[in-house]
């Protein structure tokens, strides 16, 4: 039977302020942001999403896991939009460590502890330490991916021995018939040499975006090269 596997991968989808503007107009983006940033300021947590959403390229840049944290908020927003008007995916890639979109998706962990688990929500404890002028790679993680299978309405880890995302790729296309891959994100993180590399410059690669007719008129998701 055929299968579309959803990916989630990458931190650089958001790294150009038109994105970032144009991103938070999604309304199941901007509720998830609505969501995180209540969290935040019921627990004191100097930090406003919208405002860094608008901060400049090299302001955003500056802050590594705020800048991780809104892209797997973005993430979950948009994948939030994709299963209203499709059937949940067979197989999903994404993030294991550090802020996981794929952790939410699956219903492993609520979106209020993917926020309050956070490495960024843990770091903050006031204003100075958002100082957004000053780059900063504290607790900034090295990233490891996973798989997962539908199985009887539950995801199911898949059972890899790597921890790289192009090889769990290639195993789950290896072991099934899949249709479709879509990556979930406002950008492409998947590099043609990359690709070449781990012998997959066959693989056709959608963006959710794309697949959305209202979001596709929006704007055209961009890739990285």
Known sequence: MQSVCLLFAGRRGLDDFSMRSSIVRVPEVSQRLKRAQSIFDQ???????FAFAQASD??????????????????????D???KFRNPPTFMVGKTNGSSALDVCTQKITF???????????????????????????????????????KDGTYTPF????????SIIQE??????????????????????????????YLSIMNSIDTDPMLSSFWKAPIAI
Do not use: W
């Open 81 to 83: 939009r994709y299963i």
């Open 172 to 201: 789950l296309g290896s072991e099934s018939i899949i249709s479709q891959y879509i990556h979930i994100g406002p950008c492409f993180d998947f590099r043609q040499p990359e690709l070449e590399k781990n012998g997959m410059s």
């Open 159 to 166: 059972q890899s021995n790597s921890k790289d995302c192009y």
């Open 43 to 49: 627990t004191g947590k100097p930090v406003d999403l």
């Open 112 to 150: 209020d502890e993917f926020i309050t688990s956070s490495d960024f929500f843990l770091e903050i404890t006031n204003v100075e330490d958002i100082d957004s002028s000053k780059t900063t790679l504290t607790g900034l993680r090295l990233e490891e991916y996973g798989a997962v299978i539908l």
């Open 58 to 79: 090299t302001e955003y840049a500056n802050l590594p896991n705020l800048r991780v944290l809104l892209a797997s908020i973005v993430q979950i927003g948009l994948y």
